[in-house]
């Protein structure tokens, strides 16, 4: 069992940054692939990325490539969100996710593969 709890969000102004964290409970957090999705009102949820139990491989949406870095500490049982050059499109409330799915051959930008989610933390972009 893995419980997560999204912090950082808030409003930002149209390329400015901000840094979103999920702290994990349970001892077994390490073994779990991590992904952060988001949702705004009215749309589906949508991937952004995900980084691997080990915090060498990452993958990102195509939206957010270049702008947006996952990173983990495995030591603290945190996973988190760094987004910069925001833009209004952004504005979502974003959910971090777990995934004892296996390293290879698996869908990370699908729901699916996920076990465990965290509650949410809204992000707003201003133009």
């Known amino acids: 069992q893995v419980q997560l709890a999204e912090s950082g969000g808030g409003l930002v102004q149209a390329g400015g940054s901000l840094r979103l964290s999920c702290a994990a409970s349970g001892r077994s957090f390490r073994s779990y692939h991590m992904g952060w999705f988001r949702q705004s009102p009215g749309k589906e949820r949508e991937f952004v990325g995900r980084i691997g139990w080990n915090g060498v491989s990452t993958t990102y949406a195509d939206s957010v490539k270049g702008r947006f870095t996952i990173s983990r500490d495995n030591t603290k049982n945190t996973v988190d969100l760094q987004m910069k050059s925001l833009k209004p499109e952004d504005t979502a409330v974003y959910h971090c996710?777990?995934?004892?799915?296996?390293?290879?051959?698996?869908?990370?930008?699908?729901?699916?593969?996920?076990?465990?989610w965290g509650q949410g933390t809204q992000v707003t972009v201003s133009s």
């Open positions: 996710a777990a995934s004892s799915a296996p390293s290879y051959g698996s869908n990370w930008a699908s729901e699916l593969q996920y076990d465990y």
